[in-house]
């Protein structure tokens, strides 16, 4: 072995070395720079105890001659102080990339569309409950209200229900307390009814008002029956208020609510608290009168009770029925819903199933 091999072989490693770091470079450049991985390899490969070049290096200085063994070991030396060095310089410029990285990684792109919130919808009770008011509002009544655990005197007696009449029975009515001896019965109210007594005792005629609002019965639950629904109530007291008012009232209403072309029919039914009493139809919604499956062919449903209030009913009211007439009117909101929809079971109005709920309930029918 002589001198000249040994000394360029130091030479072949700087080269090697340049080299090596110039291509790991290339190969980083696609990412983003070295990274500190890429540098402790380096390291390993150059300066690593087993295996590393410079200890390769080191290691040969046993076959050099005597007399170049000083030159020897000062140039590997000095080679490796110069990998230390470039290696110390690439980790810094590596961990900057990282650290560049990792907060490339959490930022946040503003120029993203936010992600919208869940706001929701409208029930569709909520819907319709809103478009009676509105039609409402727009003849001149106003909202009214009245609490959902009634009295017995404002639900059934001074509406006129006598004694035995089977609705004050417990087995319609949930009686929350049976109010004990001398105490009134409390009960949650049949229907919104309750409110039109309240309103006389509390207003002057004229009165127009109407009452949304929640009502119990105890009824099975089955397709067509719930034991909570929603009625709106409708009173309106003047003098001079006959049945025509209240037929063109009802007739305006449902031309508003459902179409331009919807009628009104009333056949005679009875409602203490009323006299007369009528049951009252509109056209069917579904088929526009040609009779379908839902109407029973008879082209009306039946959607409200309503008549001229009684003169008793007034009477209890505070206001002379002497000088005063007026019409009433209820109307069961959820099968208002279930109509105008064609939904096959009220239980879908329930059931905060958001398949069912996460429409856009308004409806084409009507205007
Ligand atoms: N309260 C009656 C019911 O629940 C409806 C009604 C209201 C009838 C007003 C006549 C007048 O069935």
Redesign the pocket.
């Known amino acids: 072995m002589s001198g000249p091999p040994t000394s360029l072989s130091i030479d072949d490693a700087r080269r090697r070395f340049s080299e090596e770091i110039s291509e790991a470079e290339r190969a980083a450049s696609t990412r983003g720079g070295l990274a500190p991985a890429d540098v402790a390899a380096l390291h390993v490969a150059w300066l690593g105890k087993k295996q590393g070049v410079l200890t390769d290096l080191l290691a040969r200085l046993r076959e050099v001659p005597k007399e170049e063994k000083a030159a020897f070991g000062a140039g590997v030396n000095a080679l490796k102080q110069e990998v230390e060095a470039t290696l110390a310089r690439l980790d810094e410029t590596a961990q900057g990339n990282a650290a560049r990285a990792r907060e490339a990684a959490q930022a946040v792109d503003v120029s993203l569309p936010p992600r919208l919130p869940a706001i929701g919808r409208l029930h569709p009770l909520t819907v319709v409950r809103r478009r009676i008011e509105a039609a409402f509002r727009a003849r001149g009544y106003s909202v009214a209200d009245g609490p959902e655990v009634e009295t017995d005197y404002f639900n059934f007696e001074s509406l006129n229900f006598p004694q035995e009449h089977p609705a004050r029975d417990a087995v319609d009515t949930f009686f929350v307390e049976d109010g004990g001896e001398g105490n009134e019965k409390l009960l949650l109210r ?4 309750p409110v ?1 007594m309240r309103t006389m005792q509390r207003m002057k005629p004229p009165i127009r008002i109407i009452c949304p609002g929640r ?1 119990f019965r105890k009824d099975d639950i089955d397709p067509r029956h719930l034991p909570v629904f929603n ?1 709106v ?2 009173l309106a007291i003047d003098e001079g208020i006959t049945f025509a008012d209240l037929r063109g009232t009802l007739a305006a209403f449902a031309r508003t609510f459902f179409s331009g072309k919807a009628e009104v029919r009333f056949s005679p039914t009875f ?1 203490p ?2 006299e007369p ?1 009528v049951d009252v139809a509109v056209t069917c919604a579904l088929c526009s009168g040609k009779g379908c499956r839902v109407c029973s062919g008879s082209g009306f449903i039946e959607i ?4 001229m209030v009684h003169p008793k009913v007034l009477a209890a009211g505070g206001i002379d029925p002497e000088r005063y007439t007026g019409f ?3 109307m069961g909101v959820d099968r208002i819903a279930l109509l105008l929809h064609g939904l096959p079971d009220l239980r879908l109005l329930i059931e905060n199933d958001l398949r069912f709920l996460d429409r856009e309930w308004v409806s084409e029918v009507g205007s």
């Not at 409200?304 to 008549?307: E, F, L």
């Open positions: 049949t229907h919104t009814s039109q009502v009625q109530e409708g409602f608290f009323v009493g409200m009770g309503a008549g009433a009117f209820g």
